[in-house]
């Protein structure tokens, strides 16, 4: 290892370093830091390690500390080398890349001075990617995204909505967990994460249904590097992990076994955990936001779903109203999926008064999951305008609820014309009443404004 003159001087001579280095409570310092962090000797050896880069590099404390940072570049990843390399040569660095902790970080290398310029140590600090990460060659079972606020989430803002997520960030916030219900396709992923957008925090999206009882402590927990249980002598970042300092979100938390459930209930009592294949406990801070779209109570009385598990998810719970109670969801569900599918569309889908008047009297039973199939087998089908024939429902047993028509107290028209008029009349004063304006309701409809403030100035 090659050291300049007074580089050298300052290994032997522990007088130059700072005293407050060598201080217990330093250690403490380190650990108060959000981002990884290591504290290396002049020769490379690590001297302190805070948790945060435990987690990071998916290594123990016991098997940092003490050793060379050089060692660990087969267990946490190439980008180890650089910085080894760069602590050869006593010089500061600045790499980016992923680690074999399936995380992607930003690492800085600054190398500690003295007075008189020797080098005594050097500071390592790494933080996380604020990407969006799909775990390489790994399971589907999560979705990882780091800063959700960014603006991936896709759901469409009402007040209704808004006041729910402000509610639970504000129970989450204070270290509730927050549990939401609703039927099915109501968006409660797309809520959860919204309530995740109120800090620039990691969210894990657990699909509990895809974790059999087997694998649920490998998911959840992660598993030791170098352990007998690791096949791929990497290890496996858990999902409780990679949350750490953010929110884990269990979709559809009634999927999970009771065995499951158990593991779980021991987790959420200690906020501790230990990798399998490693006896070392480990602490995740994480706020819990969970999902489901079945009855917890009766699960809970029939015995499928723990009681211990139940109070501790649902302390603060929130009901998301299905599509068919929120008209002002839907017609903004409708005219964002109407400018989603018309992006590179030629030419572009404009939607009938008939084919409006299907979807606003429809109830929806698949809420809006079967709303965006209606409107994407109608651009499929239609050409230029979406007709009554191109409302086609998933959901063929559930009929749409009857249609409003004219009058029928009115008096009959004495002729075709008369009743043309008094239709057209019709669908103009309702297409003007959904859209708020005549200038929307002639853009709907596909006329010129002068056209319809003409027809609706007729006797």
């Given at each position: 290892m090659?050291?300049?003159?007074?580089?050298?001087?300052?290994?032997?001579?522990?007088?130059?370093r700072?005293?407050?280095?060598?201080?217990?409570?330093?250690?403490?310092?380190?650990?108060?830091?959000?981002?990884?962090?290591?504290?290396?000797?002049?020769?490379?050896?690590?001297?302190?390690?805070?948790?945060?880069?435990?987690?990071?590099?998916?290594?123990?404390?016991?098997?940092?500390?003490?050793?060379?940072?050089?060692?660990?570049?087969?267990?946490?990843?190439?980008?180890?080398?650089?910085?080894?390399?760069?602590?050869?040569?006593?010089?500061?660095?600045?790499?980016?890349?992923?680690?074999?902790?399936?995380?992607?970080?930003?690492?800085?290398?600054?190398?500690?001075?003295?007075?008189?310029?020797?080098?005594?140590?050097?500071?390592?600090?790494?933080?996380?990617?604020?990407?969006?990460?799909?775990v390489?060659?790994?399971?589907?079972?999560?979705?990882?995204?780091?800063?959700?606020?960014?603006?991936?989430?896709?759901?469409?803002?009402?007040?209704?909505?808004?006041?729910?997520?402000?509610?639970?960030?504000?129970?989450?916030?204070?270290?509730?967990?927050?549990?939401?219900?609703?039927?099915?396709?109501?968006?409660?992923?797309?809520?959860a994460?919204?309530?995740?957008?109120?800090n620039?925090?990691?969210?894990?999206?657990v699909?509990?249904?895809?974790?059999?009882?087997?694998?649920f402590?490998?998911?959840?927990?992660?598993?030791?590097?170098?352990s007998?249980?690791?096949?791929?002598?990497?290890?496996?970042?858990?999902?409780?992990?990679?949350?750490?300092?953010?929110?884990?979100?269990?979709?559809?938390?009634?999927?999970?076994?009771?065995?499951?459930?158990?593991?779980?209930?021991?987790?959420?009592?200690?906020?501790?955990?230990?990798?399998?294949?490693s006896?070392?406990?480990?602490?995740?801070?994480?706020?819990?936001?969970?999902?489901?779209?079945?009855?917890?109570?009766?699960?809970?009385?029939?015995?499928?779903?723990?009681?211990?598990?139940?109070?501790?998810?649902?302390?603060?719970?929130?009901?998301?109203?299905?599509?068919?109670?929120?008209?002002?969801?839907?017609?903004?569900?409708?005219?964002?999926?109407?400018?989603?599918?018309?992006?590179?569309?030629?030419?572009?889908?404009?939607?009938?008064?008939?084919?409006?008047?299907?979807?606003?009297?429809?109830?929806?039973?698949?809420?809006?999951?079967?709303?965006?199939?209606?409107?994407?087998?109608?651009?499929?089908?239609?050409?230029?305008?979406?007709r009554?024939?191109?409302?086609?429902?998933?959901?063929?047993?559930?009929?749409?609820?009857?249609?409003?028509?004219?009058?029928?107290?009115?008096?009959?028209?004495?002729?075709?014309?008369?009743?043309v008029?008094?239709?057209?009349?019709?669908?103009?004063?309702?297409?003007?009443?959904?859209?708020?304006?005549?200038?929307?309701?002639?853009?709907?409809?596909g006329?010129?404004?002068?056209t319809?403030?003409?027809?609706?100035?007729?006797?």
């Amino acid at each position: 290892m090659k050291f300049y003159a007074n580089d050298v001087a300052s290994v032997h001579n522990r007088r130059l370093r700072p005293a407050f280095v060598d201080d217990l409570q330093f250690g403490t310092f380190l650990e108060a830091l959000p981002d990884g962090v290591a504290l290396l000797e002049a020769d490379g050896r690590i001297k302190l390690v805070n948790n945060r880069l435990e987690i990071l590099l998916n290594v123990a404390r016991g098997d940092l500390v003490g050793s060379e940072l050089g060692r660990h570049v087969k267990t946490a990843g190439p980008i180890i080398q650089k910085l080894w390399a760069a602590v050869q040569q006593l010089k500061r660095i600045e790499v980016s890349g992923a680690l074999n902790s399936q995380r992607n970080v930003v690492a800085s290398l600054s190398i500690l001075r003295a007075s008189d310029g020797g080098a005594y140590g050097a500071l390592l600090v790494m933080r996380e990617s604020t990407r969006h990460l799909r775990v390489p060659g790994g399971s589907d079972n999560f979705r990882y995204e780091q800063g959700v606020e960014s603006g991936r989430s896709n759901i469409v803002r009402t007040p209704t909505i808004e006041a729910i997520a402000s509610k639970a960030a504000v129970a989450l916030e204070r270290g509730a967990s927050v549990l939401l219900t609703g039927e099915t396709g109501t968006g409660k992923g797309e809520l959860a994460r919204l309530i995740g957008n109120a800090n620039d925090a990691a969210f894990v999206h657990v699909r509990c249904g895809l974790l059999s009882e087997d694998q649920f402590e490998a998911e959840m927990f992660g598993v030791e590097p170098g352990s007998p249980l690791d096949t791929s002598t990497r290890g496996k970042l858990g999902y409780v992990e990679a949350a750490d300092g953010g929110v884990l979100f269990l979709d559809q938390i009634t999927d999970l076994s009771l065995h499951a459930q158990s593991k779980l209930v021991a987790f959420l009592e200690t906020q501790t955990f230990s990798r399998l294949g490693s006896l070392q406990r480990r602490q995740a801070r994480i706020k819990l936001v969970a999902a489901t779209n079945q009855d917890l109570p009766a699960l809970v009385s029939s015995g499928a779903f723990r009681n211990d598990l139940y109070y501790r998810i649902a302390v603060m719970t929130f009901a998301q109203p299905s599509l068919r109670t929120q008209p002002d969801l839907l017609a903004a569900l409708i005219d964002h999926h109407l400018r989603r599918l018309n992006v590179g569309r030629k030419p572009p889908l404009r939607l009938s008064p008939e084919f409006l008047e299907r979807l606003t009297t429809y109830s929806f039973p698949g809420n809006i999951r079967e709303l965006a199939n209606i409107m994407e087998r109608a651009a499929a089908a239609a050409e230029d305008l979406a007709r009554s024939e191109h409302f086609i429902a998933p959901n063929a047993d559930t009929a749409p609820i009857a249609a409003a028509k004219p009058s029928a107290d009115l008096e009959a028209p004495t002729n075709l014309k008369d009743l043309v008029q008094e239709f057209e009349a019709w669908v103009l004063e309702k297409s003007i009443a959904q859209n708020g304006s005549k200038r929307s309701a002639a853009r709907a409809l596909g006329i010129d404004i002068a056209t319809l403030v003409r027809k609706t100035k007729r006797k």
